[in-house]
């Protein structure tokens, strides 16, 4: 069985990871708030080194966390598996196949689980089996002509790729863990590569019945290919914010067709992720309830915020915190010029809507739909009734918006 020797192992991996009982630990994000770790093996196996990667998210001081994936490669190879390094990278290897691990340090950081092929495979799958605890995955199809005409952006690789949340609602409590929207990350879309460029997307599905993750290679691409050929498997992005966005013009309430449970407490402040898309612009976000029509809350709307055009996280506080209660709510925003928000299709309401005048928020109001589903990257945060709850605290409360 495969065993990692350390007198094999380079001088970059080794300064890089904690390697015991087999494994190889990282940890990409270290502030409790938002804490990110990350096992290539299986601790939980320490007789031998697998094909395997496992992410968590927003773990404890005792050593737990509330959310984990593990993705292994369900390999069928003929042979005795060997592990080597190369520069930053882990691999390995048996018979045809072989696996890299390294980090990804775009945007937000991640971890890639790279296949490599050596020759033409017999089929043109490859196929994981995914363990988890605590998320969810919401597939993210293409474009529909109606989101197209409503200036929606949607990236290569998001196209086909699957947003990971936490599959339960998580808290915002001020001073507490930077849930945001509740999203763990992205699994992106998969391209192959051949030896000398060619390219090409392959087809990633996840089955949760029966825990299992397929990748499917076109097959008129392996039998052309110049071999080796690689596979970008799992490209596992700790993004927060969604990966799609949306130009939304001025003067125009807009709320994610989903409404959000409050918890017993005082809003502190709203945050949305995106953009002006020509220049500068100003926002401001407000707190609706789920009625029919729907109502401001009380002292329900921020300050402005002004933001550039660069795509970033944007705070903007309550002048006087809202009383927040057990209800449900809408999480809304409204902008003096066309703005970019970012999103993910997961949810079963569409976008709702309403002309206002910037600055401009009615006591109640009664929505129009856009029809198409989108979760924008908004959420709220408070402060609990009573005094704010450690940071370990975990908790089925309030304004989450997933993003």
């Known amino acids: 069985m495969p065993i990692i020797d350390i007198g094999k192992i380079n001088q970059e991996v080794n300064q890089k990871y904690l390697i015991k009982d087999n494994t190889f630990f990282i940890t990409p994000k270290d502030d409790l708030k938002d804490l990110v770790e990350v096992e290539i093996g299986d601790s939980k196996q320490p007789d031998k080194f697998v094909p395997q990667i496992k992410i968590c998210r927003w773990g404890n001081k005792d050593g737990t966390n509330e959310v984990n994936c593990s993705i292994r490669l369900n390999e069928t190879e ?25 980090e990804l340090t775009e945007g ?4 890639e689980f790279e296949i490599i092929l050596k020759e033409k ?4 799958r490859i196929e994981f089996t995914l363990v988890d605890k605590g998320v969810e995955y ?32 998580k808290t915002n409590w001020e001073g507490g863990k930077e849930y945001k929207c509740g999203q763990v990350g992205m699994i992106f879309r998969p391209k192959i590569i051949d030896s000398v460029g060619n390219w090409t997307w392959e087809e990633r599905t996840i089955d949760i019945e029966k825990g299992v993750m397929t990748i499917t290679i076109p097959q008129d691409f392996l039998n052309k290919a110049v071999y080796p050929i690689r596979s970008k498997g799992v490209d596992f992005g700790y993004t927060t914010q969604g990966g799609s966005s949306v130009i939304y013009g001025a003067d125009e309430i807009n709320a994610h067709g989903d409404t959000y449970t409050g918890g017993a407490g005082t809003g502190t402040s ?12 100003d ?121």
């Open 108 to 111: 937000e950081g991640g971890y």
């Open 138 to 169: 919401f597939y993210q199809p293409e474009l529909t002509p109606e989101e197209i005409a409503q200036g929606a952006f949607r990236p290569e690789n998001v196209v086909g790729s699957y947003a990971v949340y936490a599959s339960e609602q």
């Open 121 to 124: 495979p017999l089929t043109n």
């Open 270 to 281: 709203m945050s949305f992720y995106g953009s002006g898309y020509t220049a500068s612009r």
């Open 78 to 102: 003929i042979g005795i598996p060997k592990i080597s390094t190369l520069q930053d990278k882990i691999i390995w290897e048996k018979g045809n196949i072989k696996a890299y691990f390294y």
């Open 283 to 403: 926002i401001q976000m407000a707190l609706y309830t789920n009625a029919s029509p729907s109502v401001k809350v009380t002292n329900g709307s921020t300050v402005t915020v002004a933001i550039t055009t660069t795509n970033q996280w944007w705070t903007a506080n309550f002048s006087i915190g809202p009383t927040i209660s057990a209800s449900e709510y809408y999480l809304t925003f409204n902008r003096n010029g066309d703005t970019n928000l970012y999103y993910n299709v997961l949810g079963t309401n569409g976008v709702k809507y309403i002309a206002s005048t910037y600055k401009t928020w009615p006591n109640t109001i009664t929505w129009s739909a856009y029809g198409s589903v989108k979760k924008f990257s908004i959420y709220a945060t408070y402060t609990a009734a009573g005094g704010a709850p450690p940071v370990t605290a975990k908790g089925n409360l309030l304004l989450m918006g997933v993003g």
